[in-house]
């Protein structure tokens, strides 16, 4: 069994100094967490695998596509592969689990 805890991840996430820390890689999947602050830019473009996104806090917009809604905690938003999508407005700091399907890099 692989466990973590949010707050350990959010700690090394965080002394890596990067948005992004994939934290589980395993054949058919793998498994990050994004952090992006009030008012940042979200550079990512579209990725070869399916994802899903599962907001673990804060509070943003998400385009996927032509199609644009709002996020807060809880919230969970799938995007298809080779599809443009970003997080924009975000105006509390937006941390997000990212599970990618085949495993990203």
């Known amino acids: 069994m692989?466990?973590?805890?949010?707050?350990?991840?959010?700690a090394e996430r965080a002394a890596n100094?990067?948005?992004?820390?994939?934290?589980?890689k395993e054949?058919?999947?793998?498994?990050?967490?994004?952090?992006l602050d009030a008012g940042?830019?979200?550079?990512?473009?579209?990725?070869r695998q399916?994802?899903?996104?599962?907001?673990?806090?804060?509070r943003a917009s998400i385009?996927?596509?032509?199609?644009?809604?709002t996020v807060a905690n809880g919230?969970?938003?799938y995007v298809p592969a080779g599809v443009p999508h970003r997080f924009h407005h975000i105006t509390e700091p937006l941390k997000v689990l990212v599970v990618f399907s085949p495993p990203e890099g």
């Open 63 to 69: 385009t996927v596509g032509e199609e644009t809604t």
């Open 50 to 58: 399916d994802e899903v996104y599962f907001v673990v806090s804060g």
């Open 75 to 77: 919230s969970v938003v």
């Open 27 to 35: 054949r058919n999947m793998s498994v990050g967490l994004y952090a």
């Open 17 to 24: 100094d990067g948005a992004y820390l994939q934290f589980l």
């Open 2 to 10: 692989k466990a973590f805890r949010l707050d350990e991840l959010e």
């Open 40 to 47: 940042q830019t979200d550079p990512q473009q579209p990725h």
